[in-house]
T-cell receptor, first 112, second 112 residues
Framework: NAGVTQTPKFQVLKTGQSMTLQCAQD?????MSWYRQDPGMGLRLIHY???????DQGEVPNGYNVSRSTTEDFPLRLLSAAPSQTSVYFC???????????FGSGTQLSVL | GENVEQHPSTLSVQEGDSAVIKCTYS??????FPWYKQELGKRPQLIID?????GEKKDQRIAVTLNKTAKHFSLHITETQPEDSAVYFC???????????FGKGTLLTVNP
């Protein structure tokens, strides 16, 4: 099993550009989520999904969109990138909430 | 929403000593408390978790204790080794929502 696959690993954007971070899991997990990690701030929840067609906002959702058309995929879209979105992004999944979260390898995003 | 405070932010110990990291949470309905370890440049990985119906859980050199009345939980690492050096995150969530809230992390350094 590949587990949680996240692409790209690195990305540089200019202010105002849009992009999609891809996340896929092959473990048939119901729960998928996106976190951003900033120095000294821990991991903050952006959006999450409890199944195909069901998404909801986390702690820091502004500037990001998500969709869940299949169980496997949970892409994160940056609509108009801003320097404040410079961060490391992690996708994570679990069979259900309140069980072990499996993290992807992360995407380091810089917005200039 | 839930707020998780984690202390200390940095911790330095000698190899063989014990290390203790403490977290407090605000939502009395929280019932799941995992700990994640993140080595430099790597993804977070679950090392141990505890549920609210249990006061203590051990796994070899690692233990977690939970005090529901005081709303705090702690990670104990005994006989520390250099490979224990990493950032450790505590987290909390409740069954009725789907949001896992993380503390800001503790950088543990084990000196040989």
């Amino acid at each position: 099993n590949a587990g949680v696959t996240q692409t790209p690993k690195f990305q540089v954007l200019k202010t105002g550009q849009s992009m999609t971070l891809q996340c896929a899991q092959d473990m048939n997990h119901e729960y998928m989520s996106w976190y951003r990690q900033d120095p000294g701030m821990g991991l903050r929840l952006i959006h999450y999904s409890v199944g195909a067609g069901i998404t909801d906002q986390g702690e820091v959702p502004n500037g990001y969109n998500v969709s869940r058309s299949t169980t496997e995929d949970f892409p994160l879209r940056l609509l108009s990138a801003a320097p404040s979105q410079t961060s490391v992004y992690f996708c994570a999944s679990s069979r259900v909430l309140n069980e072990k979260l499996f993290f992807g390898s992360g995407t380091q995003l810089s917005v200039l | 929403g839930e707020n998780v405070e984690q202390h200390p932010s940095t911790l330095s110990v000698q190899e063989g000593d014990s290390a203790v990291i403490k977290c407090t949470y605000s939502d009395s309905a929280s019932n799941y408390f995992p700990w994640y370890k993140q080595e430099l440049g790597k993804r977070p990985q679950l090392i141990i978790d505890i549920r609210s119906n249990v006061g203590e859980k051990k796994d070899q050199r690692i233990a977690v204790t939970l005090n529901k009345t005081a709303k705090h939980f702690s990670l104990h690492i005994t006989e520390t080794q250099p490979e224990d050096s990493a950032v450790y995150f505590c987290a909390a969530s409740r069954s009725s929502n789907y949001k896992l809230t993380f503390g800001k992390g503790t950088l543990l350094t084990v000196n040989p």
